[in-house]
């Protein structure tokens, strides 16, 4: 069982950043690959990021490559989201979530655990 707890959320203006951090129980951290979802209002839940077990490897939405950056720390068991640039679009609830897979990170339905999210508000 892993238990995923966000932070980091909060309102800020555009081209501000925020960074999220998601903190995550257990011993057992650096066996699953992780990700970054987002969901705005009325609008279904899309990939953000994800990254391998080891941090090696990332992935990224086309929309925010260039923008955002994931990385982790196994030894605090934590990953982060580094967001820059922020735009009023970018306005959305953001999730952490675990998986024990090590392909299709962006495919929601293969994360095993989830996170409460952290609410991220961009204002023009």
């Known amino acids: 069982q892993v238990q995923l707890v966000e932070s980091g959320g909060g309102l800020v203006q555009a081209g501000g950043s925020l960074r999220l951090s998601c903190a995550a129980s257990?011993?057992?951290?650096?066996?699953?690959?992780m990700g970054w979802f987002r969901q705005a209002p009325g609008k279904e839940r899309e990939f953000v990021a994800g990254?391998?077990?080891?941090?090696?490897?990332?992935y990224y939405a086309n929309s925010v490559k260039g923008q955002f950056t994931i990385s982790r720390d196994n030894a605090k068991n934590t990953v982060n989201l580094q967001m820059n640039s922020l735009k009023p679009e970018d306005t959305a609830r953001y999730y952490c979530?675990?998986?024990?897979?090590?392909?299709?990170?962006?495919?929601?339905?293969?994360?095993?655990?989830w996170g409460q999210g952290t609410q991220v508000t961009v204002s023009s």
């Open positions: 979530a675990a998986t024990a897979r090590i392909s299709a990170l962006a495919v929601a339905r293969v994360y095993d655990y």
């Open positions: 257990g011993r057992t951290f650096s066996s699953y690959a």
């Open positions: 990254i391998s077990r080891s941090g090696d490897s990332t």
